[in-house]
């Protein structure tokens, strides 16, 4: 068991996160934690600590113990602690099989909610979670800006930043704000047709087309090119988004 007197969280000492792990653990329902309390202090504004690498083995066991309908906390938080903690040293014993289990948790997960009702935003924080357990350290911080509609990017060129634009009615990149039915210059977004450029990216466009709907249509998205609306220059939405976090 981890001292957490001894660990840190966003507020100091994790004694409080501690507690609120350990009696998740002594049988705590899913529903029972305040998940907004552990996630401001294990994963606060995308800022991991020592206590949040430990939590691991925690979440992944309240996963494996909850049904497919619960899982969606532990994992998705879990999923945004490895992406965001590589600055975290990791010395704990098993950590790599306790990302494998994750992986393999939430995979089973996916499987499960794939045809239930408005699963759409619960499937993509979990697709997000799985590149986060692989390594993958783009999509697995950012995935979840579709849900958004928009996301940040910055010009390769010009350092110019960028409005990402793809919701159910267009895609486009702008550098100009454009919320309110403002007339700004767009540049559309090509979604493209070249092979996928890793392991990754080919199982999350597989991904897409298995779960279907909106999701098939905006994630071949992220991987397309488009042009800066300021200087001209043609990019990558993917190395847009990577310059702007």
Avoid: N
């Avoid at 309908?69 to 999923?79: C, D, K």
């Avoid at 759409?120 to 979990?126: G, S």
């Avoid at 590149?131 to 990017?153: C, I, K, N, P, T």
């Amino acid at each position: 068991m981890p001292d957490w007197m001894s660990l840190h969280d966003a507020y100091g000492s994790a004694e409080s996160a501690g507690a609120m792990l350990d009696a998740l653990d002594a049988g705590a329902g899913i529903a029972e934690v305040d998940w907004d309390e552990l996630w401001s202090r294990l994963c606060h504004q995308s800022t991991v600590y020592t206590a949040s690498v430990h939590a691991l083995p925690y979440l992944l066991r309240a996963a494996l113990r909850g049904s497919p309908e619960t899982r969606l906390e532990p994992l998705v938080l879990a999923g945004a602690i490895v992406a965001h903690g590589d600055d975290v040293p990791v010395v704990l014993p098993g950590h790599a099989q306790v990302l494998q289990s994750l992986d393999d948790c939430t995979v089973q997960t996916l499987r499960q909610r794939r045809d239930a009702p408005g699963a759409e935003t619960d499937v993509v924080y979990l697709l997000q979670a799985v590149l986060a357990f692989r390594g993958e350290r783009l999509w697995s911080r950012h995935l979840a800006g579709v849900l958004q509609g928009e996301l940040s990017g910055v010009c390769p060129a010009c350092r110019s930043d960028l409005y990402i634009v793809i919701d159910d009615a267009q895609a486009f990149v702008t550098d100009q704000e454009w919320i309110g039915g403002r007339s700004v210059p767009t540049a559309p977004i090509d979604g493209g047709d070249r092979p996928p450029a890793s392991e990754a990216e080919a199982w999350l466009l597989g991904m897409a087309q298995t779960h279907g709907g909106a999701l098939a249509e905006k994630l071949p998205l992220l991987f397309g090119t488009s042009r800066c609306t300021h200087c001209g220059v043609a990019l990558e939405i993917g190395e847009a988004v990577r310059l702007a976090s």
